[in-house]
């Protein structure tokens, strides 16, 4: 590659913050490091932020590179993307993003301003994401926002199919419900394949803490892979296809499909890959009113290469694409979603 080598991470109160810094010192060289600084920090989780940052910059010093930190806060959807993008620069670059600690607003608006010039994007995940079976996380809900750059192909006054993708923040999932006001729902609630037993206790966590907006009567659910990014994104797709059928002979008209993503970062990067395929598909983020210490402990590390999956066109123009297909009133066919 002629040009330079970019590692894209945040700080954060979390244990595997510090994993991700130690693992860009192990790789190959870089030329720039880019630290995202979180401004809006809970007080009661301050102490460890900071003494994780002070680890990892000491970690990173080490390094000897150009070293930026960029400072926002979790609900920036212009500021810190924009400068993220002005400290990337406009040369040619190759980026690997370490989407651990990254709110799923930013990985997503990431994704989207920095397309093609990610190449890996890279996950490491927890022991657990929280303290017991018994525990409901609540982290209450301000309001939900379009994700700039998702907005979708909407027809004005139509239905509404809502996708919302699971996690154990029920509060925030019945609080996207009633405030989107669907015609139909369908709850996904993610589980690992591989590991059954850690399955049935996700599938049984996600049940109990969502079960007031799983017993609306127009609310389906269905079970999806929750760290698989391509295979989250090839059951999405089916499970967007199948009900959007569904409601379109219902109703007698074609709906609007809305998701909300609740669940993992992995799914979060799942539904990204979804988007680029089918941008008619409009994108919401409930916004917390705070974040809590849920992942504790340092997990396995995934990694996407995402330029085995981009498109040639360039995601500016297959979005317009799409976009006037469905203008003209045509039904683009199938796409099919390949990824690393």
């Not at 499909?257 to 970062?265: A, E, M």
Request: proline share 4%.
């Amino acid at each position: 590659m002629n040009g330079s080598r970019i590692f894209l991470h945040a700080y954060s109160f979390e244990e595997r913050s510090l994993a991700a810094v130690g693992r860009a010192a192990q790789s190959l060289p870089y030329d720039k490091v880019i630290s995202v600084d979180y401004e809006n920090v809970p007080s009661d989780l301050r102490v460890a932020y900071d003494a994780n940052r002070a680890r990892a910059r000491g970690h990173i010093d080490t390094l000897q590179v150009d070293h930026r930190e960029v400072c926002g806060t979790t609900y920036s959807q212009f500021n810190l993307p924009d400068a993220i993008a002005k400290v990337v620069g406009d040369g040619r670059v190759e980026i690997d993003f370490d989407i651990s600690c990254f709110t799923k607003l930013h990985i997503l608006s990431l994704l989207r301003s920095l397309y093609g010039r990610v190449k890996w994007v890279y996950y490491i995940g927890a022991e657990t994401h929280y303290v017991s079976p018994k525990d409901r996380v609540r982290i209450g809900h301000r309001e939900c926002v379009g994700v700039i750059g998702y907005e979708g192909f909407h027809r004005v006054g139509g239905p509404s199919l809502l996708v919302v993708i699971l996690g154990f923040e029920g509060d925030r999932s019945l609080a996207s419900y009633l405030e989107l006001d669907p015609s139909m729902a369908v709850g996904v609630i993610g589980c690992p394949w591989i590991e059954p037993r850690k399955a049935i206790k996700y599938v049984d966590g996600a049940l109990r803490n969502n079960g007031l907006l799983l017993k609306h009567h127009n609310v389906f659910t269905e079970l999806a892979p929750s760290l698989s990014a391509s295979g989250f994104a090839s059951r999405l797709r089916d499970i967007v296809s199948e009900y959007k059928v569904r409601a379109n002979d219902y109703f007698g008209e074609e709906v609007n499909v809305t998701v909300v993503p609740l669940g993992t970062k992995i799914q979060c990067l799942g539904l990204y890959f979804l988007w680029t395929r089918y941008p008619e598909v409009q994108v919401m983020y409930p916004m917390p009113y705070e974040y809590q210490l849920v992942a504790r402990g340092v997990g396995g590390t995934i990694s996407v290469n995402l330029r085995e999956f981009n498109t040639e066109k360039g995601i500016d123009i297959m979005v317009e694409d799409r976009f006037r297909a469905l203008a003209q009133g045509q039904s683009p066919a199938p796409v099919r979603i390949d990824a690393a």
